[in-house]
T-cell receptor, first 110, second 113 residues
Framework: DAGVTQSPTHLIKTRGQQVTLRCSPKSGHDTVSWYQQALGQGPQFIFQYYEEEERQRGNFPDRFSGHQFPNYSSELNVNALLLGDSALYLC?????????FGPGTRLTVL | KQEVTQIPAALSVPEGENLVLNCSFTDSAIYNLQWFRQDPGKGLTSLLLIQSSQREQTSGRLNASLDKSSGRSTLYIAASQPGDSATYLCAVKSNQAGTALIFGKGTTLSVSS
């Protein structure tokens, strides 16, 4: 079992650009959540996808959007990047129980 | 609004010591509580999951307890080792927050040999 995988590992962008991050859930898991973790902070919930629909959203602007595919994999898109978007982006998958996290994507905005 | 606090923010101990990490939450209406480990720059590894109906969970040298009524959980690490050095995060899934996990800021543990 490969667990939760994320790509890319690292990414450098400039302000105003757009970025897409990808996540493949643990085998058998149908729910994917995305979190943003700034340096020295705990992860903050962005949104969760289930059955290809956004089920719940945290306190993040509309610049953050997502998608879930029929195979349960998911994408996180961020438009009009700001310096403050620099963070570790974590994907978590679940099947009704505890959440399992991937290794994260480190996004740096210059 | 559910808030999670972890004390202490950082802890340094010599190898072999038993230690306790603390987590408190403001809303006792929770579904479950999870403890995670995070190595620098890496993702989260789930250590223990305690359902709201449970009082404790054990895995190897780790024991987590939950007192829902007082809004507290502790993570006990026995016979600490240098390999235990990491940041430990507590997260709750609460009725108020729906499916989202609400995290504390973590406790950074350093175990010296």
């Amino acid at each position: 079992d490969a667990g939760v995988t994320q790509s890319p590992t690292h990414l450098i962008k400039t302000r105003g650009q757009q970025v897409t991050l990808r996540c493949s859930p643990k085998s058998g898991h149908d729910t994917v959540s995305w979190y943003q973790q700034a340096l020295g902070q705990g992860p903050q919930f962005i949104f969760q996808y289930y059955e290809e629909e956004e089920r719940q959203r945290g306190n993040f602007p509309d610049r953050f959007s997502g998608h879930q595919f029929p195979n349960y994999s998911s994408e996180l898109n961020v438009n009009a990047l700001l310096l403050g978007d620099s963070a570790l982006y974590l994907c978590a998958s679940s099947l009704g129980g505890g959440q399992f996290f991937g290794p994260g994507t480190r996004l740096t905005v210059l | 609004k559910q808030e999670v606090t972890q004390i202490p923010a950082a802890l340094s101990v010599p190898e072999g010591e038993n230690l306790v990490l603390n987590c408190s939450f403001t809303d006792s209406a929770i579904y479950n509580l999870q403890w995670f480990r995070q190595d620098p720059g890496k993702g989260l590894t789930s250590l223990l999951l305690i359902q709201s109906s449970q009082r404790e969970q054990t895995s190897g040298r780790l024991n987590a307890s939950l007192d829902k009524s007082s809004g507290r959980s502790t993570l006990y690490i026995a016979a600490s080792q240098p390999g235990d050095s990491a940041t430990y995060l507590c997260a709750v899934k609460s009725n108020q927050a729906g499916t989202a996990l609400i995290f504390g800021k973590g406790t950074t543990l350093s175990v010296s040999s």
